[in-house]
């Protein structure tokens, strides 16, 4: 049996996830993986740094570059409890990521909606991984907000 599966990281994301939920960040989660290990995470903070560009994939993807001295993470598996926006999606075109993982669709912002060749062709795309875990997370962050 393999240890290490797309719900064994996407759970790492669902962690980072939470840590946003906590500090009261919209609760997206995400690591980077590089030969079945994490080389960077991080979760959504755009209030916390006043930063609009602080998305736990961008902080994840700095983190993992950082981490390999390297721009380019053409060996590495992105995780991310909710799909992309397009922001992301850029960055991560730009990293030459091998694959990315997501949880949730975002029916309104996520990258799918123009096209998933935003990504380069050479990026694989796996989609709806614990899903239902992923979306619950933000269900209940916006039900706390409207209430």
């Known amino acids: 049996m393999e240890v290490f599966t797309d719900e064994y990281f996407m759970q790492r994301a669902i962690a980072e996830a ?11 989660g995400a690591v980077v993986v590089y030969e079945n290990a994490i080389i960077g995470k991080g979760y959504n903070q755009t209030e916390k740094l006043n930063d609009v560009t602080a998305h736990a994939e961008m902080l994840a993807i700095t983190a993992a570059a950082s ?5 380019f993470l053409d060996e590495c598996t992105l995780y991310v409890t909710i799909e992309p926006c397009l922001m992301c999606a850029g960055a991560i075109k730009w990293a030459r990521f091998h694959k990315i993982v997501f949880g949730a669709e975002e029916p309104k912002t996520g990258f799918t ?3 998933k060749d935003l990504l380069g062709k050479k990026t694989q795309i796996s989609g ?10 933000m269900q ?3 039900k706390q907000k409207r209430n």
């Not at 709806?128 to 997370?137: D, K, P, Q, S």
């Open 113 to 115: 909606r123009i096209s």
């Open 128 to 137: 709806g991984v614990m899903a239902e875990e992923c979306a619950a997370l």
């Open 140 to 142: 209940h962050f916006f």
């Open 18 to 28: 939470q840590k946003a939920m906590e500090e009261d960040e919209i609760p997206i």
């Open 67 to 71: 981490y390999l001295n390297s721009k």
